[in-house]
Each structure stands twice: as structure tokens, then as C-alpha cells.
DNA sequence: CTCGGTATGATAGTAACACTATCATAAACG
DNA sequence: CGTTTATGATAGTGTTACTATCATACCGAG
């Protein structure tokens, strides 16, 4: 249950079992939902994204799919939450033996920034596609009037987590520096708005042109990171 | 036209015109719609607002209100872009005589934290509702499947000037700083965010005991913003 | 004062959306 | 063998997001 040595071995992901209704991991309907739902949501965007469009695509029916999620937000909630979970579990794996925290954070916002290669072994789920809708969709998830219930409700935490995690590291890098949280919060935001705005409005962002937006996004944030750091 | 001297004269906000159909600001049913569309997404939130519950409140119909804005998402495009306008003409207002750069980004940064203390006579608007929808929706303007067209049609213009405008100060500060656009559309994403977060997920900021959250939020950007500018 | 445009209101209608309910059925499990 | 359990099929409801049409009230030009 807790590690999986096997490359092979299915990635179990334990999520708040509020997120659902009935669990997507647990059934052929339910795996179907989750990545198809992706790939959709990826082609036309979440507005556009109803559970109809989704139940004629899988050919199942809409009912159906009311079965494992109240509504479209919460399956939102679920994907990025199931995204977070991913990427805390990809940095714990790849940074574990490293015993140099500033080497660790770097390492971090690596992986943070090429989100995209999740192994697509790990679930049937398109990972490109998945990082996308993180990129694109994931403010909406906590943006609603009942930001406060949902919280309570735990479905955050998958992100919280994560966030502390990194925040840890960083207080081990500088004990002192004041801001920990804050300094993790908006990394992990910029990093999806950067993305965002290379792609869409680049007016914000200093492209260059021989790189990548990846790389100029983790360039800047691993410069920004240290610089507030010492 | 041009400029109006005298305090009592109404602040005349020009917007690209393709964010509305009829200018709201000519006619009274337009101020009205405006006025009252920010205390009602205020209250009930962007999602859960509709042109009919607007119409029913300012005892207009529906009909009426969408020959002013072709959908609500326009009507948010337009009034955060107002916003942005504003918080130009007061970053204008209250900097054009301050000569050394650091002194004026540092001043901007005041203006962006507390964005709220919209001067009620700007106009009838309610500058503290309009501020808290800047921070729960803005975001809601470009996470769309139609960022590349609106952005196209200049909707997003008053942002960009914004943040052309500070990014210009950066420049100013530090010449050789390869990102002043990215640390600029950080800087603005991440005051929203930080307030966010500091009123909803708490845990993914450093909130002190006797400091307020602008106050924190300040203190943080100003930190991060000059220590990544030397 | 009349004429013509312009802004608004009143009313109706439509297709899609966001569900909820009920009943049938087939597989899986004990 | 009987009973859960998951799914499908179908129907229905209230709301949303518009669009269309027509009436009316006002306002400025001739």
C-alpha cells in the first residue's frame, strides 16, 4: 500500500473519498469516465464540458455518470486533485535520495514545470491532456462561492499537501526567510499562469526564442526562488 | 474630453468598444446595470449570476440588458477591465511626480494591495465589491476556450497596458533583469491569489497574528519583487 | 408640432443544461 | 440460488442563455 517497486504495479492514488460519490478507480465505468473526461475537457474546455457530451461519447448515459460525481465541479476537483497526488508522488520518488535541499527544490520545480510527462502507464489517462486542464481549468476549482465548504470538506487537500511539502524545503534552504508558504503558493500558481500566458497572451511573458516556454518558465522561477531565498 | 481637472468631474474610463454593445456608461439603465451587476456577482458569485436575476433587481428585463453586453463573461471582461483602467489612472495619479523608480514600484505595489479604497465617487460603483470580484473572478476573463480570439479583439488590453506599465519601472530598476513581464504578471496574478488564499486556504499563506492580509501581502511582493531585482 | 430615430419594456419562445426519479436487467458474489 | 450492485433506458423538471417581435415613450431636427 505504500510503495509500489513494480513499474508495472498500478499507482493506487487514495483520494478524499468526498470527491466522489462512488469511486472512479474502483470499476470500468468509472476508469472510462475518468479518461475520457480528460481528453474532453482538454478538446473544448470545462464551460463547454457537460456530462451528457460525456455519457454519448464513452456510450454510456448521463445518469450513469451522476453516479460517481454530484456534478461536473466535482469531477474538476477530482482530476487536478488526482494531478497533485500524481506529482507529490513523482517528486517523492525522484527526490528522496537527494540529500541537498536546494538540489531537492530544483529538482522539484523541474518536475513541476514538465508536468506534462506523466508516464502513461501510470493510468489510462492521457497525461499531456491532464496537465493541460490543470493549466487551463485548475483556479476554477477553488474560485466558487463555497470555496469554505469545499475546504472543509478536505478536497484541497491533495493540494495543500503538496504545497507544504515544497514548503518544507524551502524553510530547510533558508529557516529564517519569512514567507515559506507564500513563496510556495505563488510558485505553484505562476508556474500554470506562465504556461498560460506563453501560450495565449505572451505579451506578459519574456519569451525567448531559442528556448522553450518550460525551460524560460523554470529559468525564472528558479531565479526568483533562490534570489528570495538568500 | 481629454482630461478633467476638477475632482467632482466624472472619471471618464474610455474601453475598447468591442467589450460591450452599447456603451454602459452613456445611458442610466447602463450605470445602473453596472453598478448593481457588481454587488450582485459580489453577493452570489460569477456562476450563480444570470442577466435575468440582474434584471429582476434593477427592475429591467432581460432583453434590455443584453443589448448592453452580448453575455455575462463579456460583462466580466468589461468590468475587470474597468478595474484595470482605474488602477492605472491612480498609479498614474499618484506616481507621475515620484522620480527614483524603486520609490514608484514600491508606491504601485501599495496601490495594487490595497485596491479596494476605490474612491466612491469615481463612480456610483462600489470599489470594494468590484475589488473582491477582481479577486474571485479576474481570473474567469482568459481561462476560457476563446482566450486567443477575445484576446484578438483587444479584451484584454487594460491588462497588458497595466502590466506594460510596471514592467517598465522593473526595466528601470534593474536594466540587465532578463524578466521583468513574467515577474510583473506574477507580481499581479499573485496579489489576487495571496488575498485569496489568505481569506479561504490560510494554510497556503504566512498570515500574522497582528498584521492584516494586505499588509502580509505586501511585505511578501515587496520582499520577493526587490530581492529578485538585485 | 410633427416626424423619425433611439432606448426600453413586455412577452414569448427555443434549445440546451443540470439535474432527479423510476424501472428494467445483467453480472457478480455469497 | 437468491440477492446485492452496477449499469442502462427513459422520462421529466426547472433553469439558463439566449433571440425575436412588437409596443411605447422620449428626444431632437426640421
Given at each position: 500500500?505504500?510503495?509500489?517497486?513494480?513499474?508495472?504495479?498500478?499507482?493506487?492514488?487514495?483520494?478524499?473519498?468526498?470527491?466522489?460519490?462512488?469511486?472512479?478507480?474502483?470499476?470500468?465505468l468509472?476508469?472510462?469516465?475518468?479518461?475520457?473526461?480528460?481528453?474532453?475537457?482538454?478538446?473544448?474546455?470545462?464551460?463547454?464540458?457537460?456530462?451528457?457530451?460525456?455519457?454519448?461519447?464513452?456510450?454510456?448515459?448521463?445518469?450513469?455518470?451522476?453516479r460517481?460525481?454530484?456534478?461536473?465541479?466535482?469531477?474538476l476537483?477530482?482530476?487536478?486533485?488526482?494531478?497533485?497526488?500524481?506529482?507529490?508522488?513523482?517528486?517523492?520518488?525522484?527526490?528522496?535520495?537527494?540529500?541537498?535541499?536546494?538540489?531537492?527544490?530544483?529538482?522539484?520545480?523541474r518536475?513541476?514545470?514538465r508536468g506534462?510527462?506523466?508516464?502513461?502507464?501510470?493510468?489510462?489517462?492521457?497525461g499531456?491532456?491532464?496537465?493541460?486542464?490543470?493549466?487551463n481549468?485548475?483556479?476554477?476549482?477553488?474560485?466558487?462561492?463555497?470555496?469554505?465548504?469545499?475546504?472543509q470538506?478536505?478536497?484541497?487537500?491533495?493540494?495543500?499537501r503538496?504545497?507544504?511539502?515544497?514548503?518544507?524545503?524551502?524553510?530547510?534552504?533558508?529557516?529564517?526567510y519569512?514567507?515559506?508558504?507564500m513563496?510556495?503558493?505563488?510558485?505553484?500558481?505562476?508556474?500554470?499562469?506562465?504556461?498560460?500566458?506563453?501560450?495565449?497572451?505572451?505579451?506578459?511573458?519574456?519569451?525567448?526564442?531559442?528556448?522553450?516556454?518550460?525551460?524560460t518558465?523554470?529559468?525564472?522561477?528558479?531565479?526568483?526562488?533562490?534570489?528570495?531565498?538568500?
Amino acid at each position: 500500500m505504500e510503495t509500489h517497486p513494480f513499474a508495472n504495479t498500478h499507482l493506487r492514488i487514495e483520494l478524499n473519498e468526498r470527491l466522489y460519490l462512488r469511486d472512479p478507480q474502483q470499476t470500468d465505468l468509472g476508469r472510462r469516465l475518468m479518461a475520457e473526461s480528460i481528453k474532453l475537457i482538454d478538446e473544448i474546455g470545462f464551460e463547454q464540458f457537460t456530462f451528457k457530451r460525456l455519457a454519448i461519447r464513452i456510450e454510456s448515459t448521463e445518469a450513469s455518470l451522476y453516479r460517481y460525481f454530484e456534478n461536473k465541479h466535482r469531477l474538476l476537483v477530482y482530476l487536478v486533485s488526482w494531478y497533485w497526488a500524481w506529482l507529490s508522488y513523482q517528486i517523492r520518488f525522484h527526490t528522496h535520495n537527494v540529500p541537498n535541499p536546494a538540489e531537492r527544490l530544483r529538482l522539484m520545480l523541474r518536475i513541476l514545470t514538465r508536468g506534462h510527462q506523466c508516464d502513461a502507464a501510470t493510468m489510462q489517462v492521457d497525461g499531456a491532456a491532464l496537465y493541460r486542464i490543470v493549466v487551463n481549468e485548475a483556479s476554477k476549482a477553488y474560485l466558487t462561492k463555497d470555496v469554505d465548504q469545499d475546504n472543509q470538506a478536505g478536497l484541497f487537500r491533495e493540494y495543500k499537501r503538496l504545497a507544504a511539502g515544497i514548503a518544507a524545503v524551502v524553510s530547510e534552504i533558508n529557516p529564517t526567510y519569512p514567507y515559506p508558504h507564500m513563496l510556495v503558493s505563488t510558485l505553484l500558481e505562476a508556474t500554470r499562469k506562465q504556461l498560460f500566458f506563453a501560450q495565449h497572451l505572451p505579451s506578459l511573458t519574456n519569451s525567448a526564442e531559442q528556448k522553450t516556454a518550460e525551460e524560460t518558465v523554470y529559468a525564472f522561477l528558479e531565479n526568483l526562488v533562490f534570489k528570495a531565498l538568500t
